[in-house]
T-cell receptor, first 111, second 114 residues
Framework: SQQGEEDPQALSIQEGENATMNCSYKTSINNLQWYRQNSGRGLVHLILIRSNEREKHSGRLRVTLDTSKKSSSLLITASRAADTASYFCATPLQGAQKLVFGQGTRLTINP | ETGVTQTPRHLVMGMTNKKSLKCEQHLGHNAMYWYKQSAKKPLELMFVYSLEERVENNSVPSRFSPECPNSSHLFLHLHTLQPEDSALYLC?????????????FGPGTRLTVT
């Protein structure tokens, strides 16, 4: 079974609006990462948040982590057409030295 | 530009061909990874190399053969592939072999097996 699952699977909003994506995971983690992937390209690392952090910012991105609910959210403020991409959360697999990625949220920003 | 390059970007091969994918990282990282990304599936980790030693092999069929001649280069040798092997193959690197560091991905090789 997957470690991390994003919600929603797809999201379409107007340019300038905020976009929120959620990630839920199953086991205890020491960090959670968010990545972006433009169509047919490689993934780009956005933010790593550690288990002792509740919120982290990077430019227009805001990530929260709630370890009690085993969930994280990624907020993109003032969205732009260039934000159109798939967004993935990734968590360490317990007992293994590997990151497990969710299936992603496909975000479309309409002009 | 992430500092990880992959060639070729696109590859079409028949089931009896032999080809190789190449990955190079310019970041001085010690760990390198091969992932497979198929439509409607999560990213699948295939192989991990740490300090040029293979440390992870996730039950990948033997028709995929990795090679890491030095810490900057990673190859994936392909032979007698199946149509279901068509996918985007992504190479990544990280400073060390641990899921507690971010990974840097190349642009991928889009492989089509005919």
């Amino acid at each position: 079974s997957q470690q991390g699952e994003e919600d929603p699977q797809a999201l379409s909003i107007q340019e300038g609006e905020n976009a929120t994506m959620n990630c839920s995971y199953k086991t205890s983690i020491n960090n959670l990462q968010w990545y972006r992937q433009n169509s047919g390209r490689g993934l780009v690392h956005l933010i790593l948040i550690r288990s002792n952090e509740r919120e982290k910012h990077s430019g227009r991105l805001r990530v929260t982590l709630d370890t009690s609910k085993k969930s994280s959210s990624l907020l993109i403020t003032a969205s732009r057409a260039a934000d159109t991409a798939s967004y993935f959360c990734a968590t360490p697999l317990q007992g293994a030295q590997k990151l497990v990625f969710g299936q992603g949220t496909r975000l479309t920003i309409n002009p | 530009e992430t500092g990880v390059t992959q060639t070729p970007r696109h590859l079409v091969m028949g089931m009896t061909n032999k080809k190789s994918l190449k990955c190079e990282q310019h970041l001085g990282h010690n760990a390198m990874y091969w992932y497979k990304q198929s439509a409607k599936k999560p990213l699948e980790l295939m192989f991990v190399y740490s300090l040029e030693e293979r440390v992870e092999n996730n039950s990948v069929p033997s028709r995929f053969s990795p090679e890491c001649p030095n810490s900057s280069h990673l190859f994936l040798h392909l032979h007698t592939l199946q149509p279901e092997d068509s996918a985007l193959y992504l190479c990544a690197s990280s400073q060390v072999w641990t899921p507690n560091y971010e990974q840097y991905f190349g642009p991928g090789t889009r492989l089509t097996v005919t």
